[in-house]
């Protein structure tokens, strides 16, 4: 049936006698609407009306919502009770629901719950460090429930196949750090002590760095969303259900494997290094490789050595401990994961500055 209307006396009439099942007339339902604006008032018959689906509840919907924005009364009160409930609740329906209000509160409360938060993460990193000192203990005691194929698996992913891009890094790092000094350097015309500046820098200190902040990025985020994938999942809730300690099972062998690798990736990361300013000292500078060889192992310290090593195993520590706290207190949807992946390595890398910070204090009172 066609929609049938008229104005009258500024009142749209509009008559739905018959048949308003699967109405799809777009032409007539321009036409209506148009008109709806001449009017001051909208009037429905439904007295003849037989047969309706949602297609008539659509238009009287729309019609009745535009007649609110225009404000223009309308009747609806011919309809039949059950249409007529239909387009009230649709009516009814708030499609935006108001945001929740802006509360700021006082600086002193703000300051107080950031406190509290603050507190609240100390101590719990406090308990999780003690969890896992007691896991290591169990473990030389040979009582850890760890399986060894979890920890040749976390081997594999943070040993020979970081070796690449701690490699590529590290030389490039080295290769910077030499075109940098050079350009100083070489206004005194010393550009030979280039040598020393890259043997000293890596080993002490830039090999450990560099490599820790790769791992953080690289295996520190994965054990967070690693373990935070298993919380979303349960899997540590069956673990804790089955009595399976959970720092003797996600994160020992986790941790040991970083531990034992980060020292060799930074030894890796100081020669890488040393490489590096090699190619710059030789081509860029005009230095004879025999002469640069002999400046860089003149310069070469076992101390300096062995201050880098036991930087990486350090970072290696700190960048097991973040990752998997992270993942252990990940929440249980894909949003917390990715969150936790995201604290894991910036907590990684902050960590180890304040130690390496805290460590070149100390070094520089011991005199080493």
């Known amino acids: 049936m066609p929609l049938t209307f008229k104005i009258t006396q500024q009142t749209l009439e509009l008559d739905l006698g018959g048949n308003f099942s699967g109405y799809d007339n777009e032409a007539e339902k321009s036409d209506l609407f148009n008109a709806l604006p001449q009017s001051k008032k909208l009037l429905v018959n439904a007295e003849n009306l037989k047969d309706w689906d949602s297609t008539l509840v659509v238009i009287l919907y729309n019609l009745a919502k535009q007649a609110g924005q225009q404000k223009i009364p309308y009747d609806y009160s011919s309809l039949p009770d059950n249409l007529r409930r239909l387009v009230s609740l649709a009516l009814e329906v708030d499609r935006r629901p108001p945001s929740p209000p802006n509360r700021k509160s006082p600086w002193l409360e703000t300051l107080g719950g950031w406190g509290i938060s603050v507190y609240s993460g100390f101590i ?97 985020a994965s054990y967070a969303a690693a373990i935070g994938t298993m919380q979303v999942n349960e899997e540590v809730d069956a673990l804790k259900t089955m009595g399976i300690p959970v720092t003797d099972f996600l994160v020992l062998p986790r941790t040991l494997s970083l531990i034992l690798t980060m020292p060799v990736l930074t030894v890796l990361a100081d020669f890488m290094g040393i490489f590096g300013g090699t190619f710059v000292g030789t081509v860029m500078l005009d230095i004879s490789l025999q002469e640069y060889i002999k400046y860089s192992v003149d310069t070469f310290s076992m101390k300096n050595f062995l201050v880098g090593t036991f930087h990486g195993f350090l970072y290696g520590l700190i960048i097991s401990l973040c990752g998997c706290y992270y993942g252990v207190n990940s929440g249980r949807n894909a949003d917390s994961v990715g969150k936790a992946a995201t604290k894991a390595v910036v907590s990684a890398i902050v960590w180890m500055i304040v130690v390496t910070g805290i460590l070149t204090f100390i070094f520089k009172a011991m005199n080493i």
């Open 124 to 220: 719990g990193g406090l308990k999780f460090l003690g969890r896992t000192t007691a896991s290591i203990g169990r473990f030389l005691r040979g009582k850890a429930v760890m399986r060894p194929v979890d920890f040749w698996f976390a081997m594999e992913d943070c040993g020979y196949r970081a070796v690449a891009i701690v490699s590529l890094v590290s030389f490039m790092v080295g290769l910077i750090l030499a075109f940098v000094g050079a350009i100083q350097l070489q206004t005194f015309g010393a550009q030979i002590y280039v040598a020393s500046l890259v043997t000293i820098g890596m080993t002490r200190i830039m090999g450990a760095i560099m490599a820790g902040i790769i791992m953080a990025g690289r295996t520190g």
